[in-house]
């Protein structure tokens, strides 16, 4: 079965350390999205990408990238974790035909 | 930015009752709404979609639209305690990026 998957799914790192989540979906889906989810704010958009090459900016882009090299993968770097980054981090990818979003299982980061 | 509101809850219903979770937007062009379910420690799973005023039920739940209000909800009859979840209203934007709501958490008494 088609899937997306995440990893790691937990990371304890330190403040100023790079940090680098992994996505890969096997549906071929060109939409995928990066969220943080926060108590009290529910999800909100990091990056998003509509395909190979092409990278947006999110509501919350500031401290974070993405790249997308190929339609499977979209890798969410943080390039120097702050302690405000702490937070359970969702990929997504859209199934056009459907209307769908389907979610990854979720990495959860903590910045000390 | 397009908003979505919910009430955090927590909302309690005893078992077999109807559980109403309410959301309002903000941006009066939206034309696409979803609700998801998201169980502690799991990820958002899709629960039914919306486009047109109206009803539209898929067996216990029921997606109610109202765009002249800008308020979108749904119900769930019968409620089971393996409903308990917390429950995200979400619009889509342009481009398919999906807005969410905070969500709202629904606990079923048995």
């Known amino acids: 079965d088609a899937e997306i998957t995440q990893s790691p799914r937990h990371k304890i790192t330190e403040t100023g350390r790079q940090v680098t989540l992994a996505c890969h979906q096997t549906?071929?889906?060109?939409?995928m999205f990066w969220y943080r989810q926060d108590l009290g704010h529910g999800l909100r958009l990091i990056h998003y990408?509509?395909?190979?090459?092409?990278?947006n900016k999110g509501e919350v882009s500031d401290g974070y990238s993405v790249s997308r090299s190929n339609t499977e993968d979209l890798p969410l770097t943080l390039e120097s974790a702050a302690s405000s980054q702490t937070s359970v981090y969702f990929c997504?990818?859209?199934?056009?035909?459907?209307?769908?979003?389907?979610f990854g299982e979720g990495s959860r980061l903590t910045v000390l | 930015q397009k908003e979505v509101e919910q009430n955090s809850g927590p909302l309690s219903v005893p078992e077999g009752a109807i559980a109403s979770l309410n959301c309002t937007y903000s941006d009066r062009g939206s034309q696409s709404f979803f609700w998801y379910r998201q169980y502690s420690g799991k990820s958002p799973e899709l629960i039914m979609f919306i486009y047109s005023n109206g009803d539209k039920e898929d067996g216990r739940f029921t997606a109610q639209l109202n765009k002249a209000s800008q308020y979108v909800s749904l119900l769930i009859r019968d409620s089971q305690p393996s409903d308990s979840a917390t429950y995200l209203c979400?619009?889509?934007?342009?481009?398919?990026?999906?807005?969410f709501g905070a969500g709202t958490i629904l606990r079923v008494k048995s």
């Open positions: 990408s509509y395909g190979v090459q092409d990278t």
């Open positions: 997504a990818s859209f199934d056009g035909n459907t209307g769908e979003l389907f």
């Open positions: 549906w071929n889906h060109n939409n």
């Open positions: 979400a619009v889509m934007e342009y481009g398919n990026k999906l807005v």
